[in-house]
């Protein structure tokens, strides 16, 4: 037995004096009622978990994704989005394997902690935070907290940014007959425009933030369809154009057919920042795992391919999306790629001179309104996962008196609007999405690589310190469980955190170093 106890020693034994609480906040009688009292009629089955996975997945980092490789290179670019879907298959897996322990350990408590637990994700929901306390006590619970949060916030912060952005664009364009880029020298009347805008996308968040993820079904699965329709598009669009000459990039573009732009040819070390944290924010989403997967129809066993087929899906849309529109694009490419169709003529290939054909307008619409209609579906589901685990923050003391003096619906209200306001603030401030995805996609490194590989290895040794061996084993352990495997993935990511950190805050240091 190694020496040396841990929260979770303490409260299998318990110790109630010295114990931190296993759940947070929470006991394991609140805990039970929780799983009893799920509605198993608002549960659904992997066809729509893997569309509420896939509408998780695919936010912002879709639309900035041709950004990235025009700054970084193509070749980088995918090398990065590959290397991310792997490990984050990886850490996927840990993360359904710690869900399960998190519920076996806890039916264990509950039956005395003498028979080995029997480990399965169940109704039962346990996120981040209540897992960190857990098995990492209250030290490794605050830097998850802190992580969540800061990645959350900034995730819909750039959401609304999104949204705001491309719906300004639109409205300018078809309603006042005039250019409106918030990203490219806006005029006054601009400004005002996005800013009502992000009004009007908040009071709508904040409405649908209110409900629960299961109520939202026919919503996600009809975002689902709609996102396979405007990818569909794109990559149709931009194929074609690459068969006349470039207007982007003339001087810079093969002479003859296909008429790519060199812009994004080259490596460019000192754009492997922009890369890296994009491609951590793409493909981030370990952390709402726990969210729609408790919602799955049991049987749970088939979860692993559920988050591989998520994975794959959104993997494959992101490299064809980002390399085949920075070939079209090059050096045009704005952050928010699709405002790139706000010039979509249907002459030339797409992008040539003239007036813009009817069909080019349904055409334009369809891409252009694809950023508003995602972030509308993404939002709140967002919102609901940071709801919940600033409600498992709480101090038990504030924990206690919020109950005692509020419903809990009234409880679930404050912490939603807790989750869905502050972006919306800090969109009026400031909607710069490549500034916003570079800080968001440094916190999200630690979502994604650090804290499930973390949680994975430590409540593995918990119960093959309290049960003995082989007492870890879940339905979801693989070969990839071996501790050696979540060794490298920290050492790795943390190497790579710091040479991103790097390149990102200090360009002109990088562009000096790789010149």
Excluded at 167 to 186: G, H, M, Q, V, W
Excluded at 483 to 491: F, L
């Amino acid at each position: 037995r190694v020496h040396g106890d841990t929260a979770l020693d303490r409260s299998m034994r318990g110790n109630a004096a010295e114990a931190t609480p296993l759940l947070g906040s929470v006991n394991t009688t609140a805990n039970a009622a929780d799983e009893n009292s799920f509605d198993e009629s608002k549960t659904y089955g992997h066809v729509a978990g893997v569309a509420f996975g896939l509408n998780y997945v695919i936010g912002t980092g879709v639309f900035s994704m041709p950004f990235a490789f025009y700054s970084a290179g193509w070749k980088i670019s995918v090398v990065m989005l590959v290397i991310f879907a792997i490990l984050g298959l990886i850490t996927s897996l840990f993360t359904l394997e710690f869900l399960a322990r998190a519920e076996g350990v806890t039916r264990a408590r509950e039956l005395g902690g003498v028979a080995k637990p029997v480990h399965q994700i169940s109704y039962r929901k346990f996120d981040f935070v209540r897992a960190s306390e857990m098995f990492g006590g209250l030290p490794m619970k605050a830097f998850t907290q802190i992580c969540v949060a800061l990645y959350c916030y900034g995730a819909l912060w750039s959401y609304a940014a999104v949204f705001s952005s491309s719906a300004s664009t639109l409205f300018f364009e078809y309603a006042l007959r005039e250019k409106c880029n918030i990203y490219d020298s806006p005029s006054p009347s601009c400004h005002l425009g996005y800013y009502i805008v992000v009004l009007a996308f908040g009071t709508y968040g904040v409405i649908v933030a209110m409900q629960d993820i299961s109520s939202q079904k026919t919503l996600q699965l009809a975002m689902t369809w709609y996102r396979f329709l405007a990818f569909g598009v794109m990559l149709v669009t931009v194929a074609v154009s690459l068969n006349k000459p470039n207007t982007f990039d003339p001087a810079d573009s093969a002479q003859r057919a296909p008429y790519v732009s060199h812009a994004n040819s080259h490596v460019k070390w000192a754009g492997f920042g922009t890369v890296f944290t994009f491609s951590a924010v793409a493909l981030n989403m370990q952390y709402n795992i726990p969210d729609y997967a408790q919602a799955v129809r049991n049987p749970k066993g088939s979860l692993r391919l559920m988050v591989a087929a998520i994975l794959a899906i959104s993997t494959t849309f992101y490299v064809l999306v980002g390399y085949l529109c920075s070939l079209a694009f090059g050096s045009a490419t704005i952050p928010l790629s699709t405002l790139n169709w706000n010039d979509f003529t249907g002459r030339a290939g797409g992008w040539g001179p003239g007036d813009t054909i009817w069909w080019a307008v349904i055409v334009k619409l369809f891409v252009m309104l694809f950023p508003l209609l995602n972030m509308l579906s993404v939002y709140p589901l967002v919102c609901v996962t940071l709801a919940g685990n600033l409600a498992n923050s709480m101090p038990a003391s504030v924990d206690a008196a919020l109950k005692a003096r509020f419903s809990p619906r009234a409880l679930t209200i404050l912490f939603r609007l807790l989750a869905a306001v502050p972006p919306i603030a800090a969109s009026m401030y400031s909607g710069r999405l490549s500034t916003i995805l570079n800080f968001t996609g440094l916190i999200g490194f630690f979502l994604e690589f650090v804290i499930p590989t973390l949680l994975h290895l430590i409540s593995a040794r918990a119960c093959q310190r309290l049960w003995g061996p082989g007492s870890h084993i879940t339905p979801y352990t693989s070969a990839v469980s071996h501790p050696a495997v979540g060794a490298t993935i920290i050492v790795v990511g943390c190497i790579s955190f710091v040479f991103a950190a790097f390149v990102t805050y200090m360009p002109h240091q990088a562009n000096k170093l790789f010149a």
